[in-house]
């Protein structure tokens, strides 16, 4: 199915299951797309996480009928999924700016959230520049923690900051654990690749690694080692300095290169992104996204 178009039936879905206590994994059985890769595709396309889109609509909703005054703020709270009255004035003050009894006396107030409409469109020129290749199974190492979905753009770049500050720099090493860690990072490349893998025991996030290619020997106390299976990988090359550059690729994949696709359809739930040496504020400096494919 058009990935676009798989975006509009989603939508379409969630709107008709609002005031129902559906979860992401319901909604991508809905269009026949892995959890993993529609929440990604889902807020790239739109800035919104599932999770955000959802609860935006009800407050949205909740707003409409606060202002009606035809129910209880108790009745509301239960009938947008809330489990106390305090829970929900506290998501609808951060959401309208005010609490339900301000905004029944002021009702010009009402933040309006209105359903997402998904256009589609076929864009000439700037094809994207991306190679296939096979490749066999490698098992990596690396550094990993979980993220949501809703808040990853934000928490991911302080874990490179955090990662290049500990590891990276030529200081002072102070115990033996940390000896063996910039080793394995050094002899590993560990910062070479950023992996994306989906966390099976909860659709709302997934696990991030900073990596390299695991070299064998003793695994230092903080660090994963994991497997990466052998499928063809489409990879998209990045030219300019970082993020925007990965970040624009990125953007194009999910609204240009996935809309409409006859040739690949995604094998399994991980996603590379690939960093080179060098000056990551250059214009010059060149990065890739991959992504593994089986042909149709």
């Not at 026949?32 to 959802?54: A, R």
């Not at 002899?187 to 099976?200: A, S």
């Not at 993020?243 to 953007?251: M, R």
């Amino acid at each position: 199915m058009d990935w676009l178009v798989s975006l509009k039936k989603a939508i379409d879905y969630m709107e008709e299951h609002l005031l129902m206590d559906i979860d992401v994994k319901e909604v991508a059985d809905a269009v026949h797309i892995s959890p993993f890769y529609f929440q990604k595709g889902f807020k790239i396309v739109t800035d919104y996480s599932i999770g955000e889109y959802l609860r935006n609509r009800r407050l949205y909703l909740a707003g409409l009928d606060v202002i009606n005054a035809k129910e209880k703020i108790i009745d509301l709270a239960y009938k947008y999924g809330y489990d106390t009255p305090e829970s929900f004035t506290r998501a609808f003050s951060r959401f309208h700016g005010l609490s339900p009894m301000q905004l029944r006396t002021q009702p010009h107030q009402l933040k309006v959230f209105q359903p997402l409409i998904i256009e589609i469109s076929i864009k000439g020129g700037n094809r994207m520049d991306f190679t296939v290749e096979k490749r066999e199974a490698v098992k990596m190492i690396g550094f990993e923690r979980v993220f949501s979905y809703d808040t990853s753009y934000q928490e991911i770049p302080k874990f490179w900051n955090e990662f290049c500050e500990q590891y990276c720099k030529c200081d002072f090493i102070s115990n033996q654990v940390d000896k063996e860690i910039r080793q394995t990072v050094a002899e590993c490349m560990v910062g070479e690749f950023g992996i994306c893998v989906e966390d099976e025991a909860n659709e709302n996030q997934f696990r991030y690694y900073i990596a390299g290619a695991y070299q064998g020997g003793k695994i230092p106390e903080g660090m994963s080692v994991f497997e990466i299976p052998a499928s063809d990988w489409v990879k998209f090359k990045c030219i300019g300095s970082m993020p925007k550059a990965l970040q624009t690729v990125n953007t194009r994949i999910f609204r240009e290169w996935l809309p409409g696709n006859q040739e690949f359809e995604i094998a399994f739930h991980s996603y590379i992104e690939w960093y080179s040496k060098g000056d990551t504020k250059s214009n010059d400096y060149e990065s890739g996204i991959w992504i593994p494919v089986k042909r149709l």
